[in-house]
């Protein structure tokens, strides 16, 4: 059986893990970084934990004999992407992503692009008051000189330690979020401004279109560059790849 590293975390990866094993011809690997401590139940093997950068992970895919990686990541995972692409070019590994296709937005939507969540922050002086910020853990601080802001946080699991923000909220909550429940999110909450990153998925379509319903600005933090290599948006797409490939 070809063994199969997916590079995973997000609702792709869960679903490719699953198809891949109903074949009965591939032996699957999802290796998640550990950032969550209760991920849910996959099939196949899974590992927890980063690998250490480029130079070990090109280590394991030689000693574990790996036959392809499907960099299936959040399309923010600019740096486990990075590693990805250098460790299968060292081991000789075949590798493609499977990334989400990003959001469209109508031409008359109240909303604008922010290149950083530094850049996202700098537009929200005069521009809101309460804002619902659904960008995850990691670069909050960039919002922790926003004193006269009061954020909405949503989380996937209780932080063990305080936000870096002067006054906000959180709430704890797993995708995927219905549209019914972000507009009530918007409304029970006063929200006049959404910060997001523009990752796709069905996610994000249901707080955009809240907020273009609501007609609030909506902040859009600009998805990474990806590392050079093969792409598909289609989990079907990725399975033709791997069968060519394989």
Same mark, same amino acid.
């Given at each position: 059986?070809?063994?199969?590293?997916?590079? *995973?975390? /997000?609702?792709? #990866?869960? &679903? %490719?893990? @699953?198809?891949?094993?109903?074949? !009965?011809?591939?032996?699957?690997?999802?290796?998640?970084? *550990?950032? /969550?401590?209760? #991920?849910? &139940? %996959?099939? @196949?093997?899974?590992?927890?934990? !980063?690998?250490?950068?480029?130079?070990?992970?090109?280590?394991?895919?030689?000693?574990?004999?790996?036959?392809?990686?499907?960099?299936?990541?959040?399309?923010?995972?600019?740096?486990?992407?990075?590693?990805?692409?250098?460790?299968?070019?060292?081991?000789?590994?075949?590798?493609?992503?499977?990334?989400?296709?990003?959001?469209?937005?109508?031409?008359?939507?109240?909303?604008?692009?922010?290149?950083?969540?530094?850049?996202?922050?700098?537009?929200?002086?005069?521009?809101?008051?309460?804002?619902?910020?659904?960008?995850?853990?990691?670069?909050?601080?960039?919002?922790?000189?926003?004193?006269?802001?009061?954020?909405?946080?949503?989380?996937?699991?209780?932080?063990?330690?305080?936000?870096?923000?002067?006054?906000?909220?959180?709430?704890?909550?797993?995708?995927?979020?219905?549209?019914?429940?972000?507009?009530?999110?918007?409304?029970?909450?006063?929200?006049?401004?959404?910060?997001?990153?523009?990752?796709?998925?069905?996610?994000?379509?249901?707080?955009?279109?809240?907020?273009?319903?609501?007609?609030?600005?909506?902040?859009?933090?600009?998805?990474?560059?990806?590392?050079?290599?093969?792409?598909?948006?289609?989990?079907?797409?990725?399975?033709?790849?791997?069968?060519?490939?394989?």
């Amino acid at each position: 059986m070809a063994r199969v590293l997916i590079l *995973g975390g /997000t609702a792709e #990866a869960r &679903e %490719l893990a @699953g198809r891949l094993a109903e074949t !009965g011809s591939f032996d699957t690997i999802t290796s998640l970084a *550990g950032r /969550t401590r209760s #991920a849910l &139940e %996959l099939p @196949g093997t899974v590992r927890s934990g !980063g690998f250490g950068g480029p130079g070990p992970m090109a280590d394991y895919l030689r000693e574990e004999r790996i036959d392809a990686v499907v960099d299936a990541t959040h399309p923010f995972a600019e740096m486990i992407s990075a590693h990805a692409a250098e460790a299968c070019a060292a081991a000789g590994t075949p590798r493609i992503a499977l990334v989400r296709a990003q959001w469209l937005f109508p031409k008359d939507g109240n909303w604008q692009e922010a290149t950083s969540l530094v850049a996202a922050a700098d537009l929200l002086p005069g521009l809101t008051s309460r804002v619902f910020l659904t960008v995850g853990r990691q670069g909050l601080d960039c919002f922790s000189g926003l004193d006269d802001i009061w954020f909405l946080v949503r989380l996937i699991e209780v932080m063990e330690t305080p936000l870096p923000l002067a006054d906000y909220q959180v709430l704890f909550r797993r995708p995927p979020y219905s549209l019914d429940e972000e507009r009530a999110i918007m409304k029970d909450h006063a929200i006049d401004c959404l910060v997001a990153k523009n990752s796709g998925g069905p996610a994000t379509e249901a707080k955009i279109t809240a907020a273009l319903e609501a007609d609030i600005p909506i902040v859009l933090v600009q998805r990474p560059d990806p590392p050079p290599g093969e792409r598909v948006e289609r989990i079907d797409d990725c399975m033709a790849w791997l069968k060519g490939e394989l």
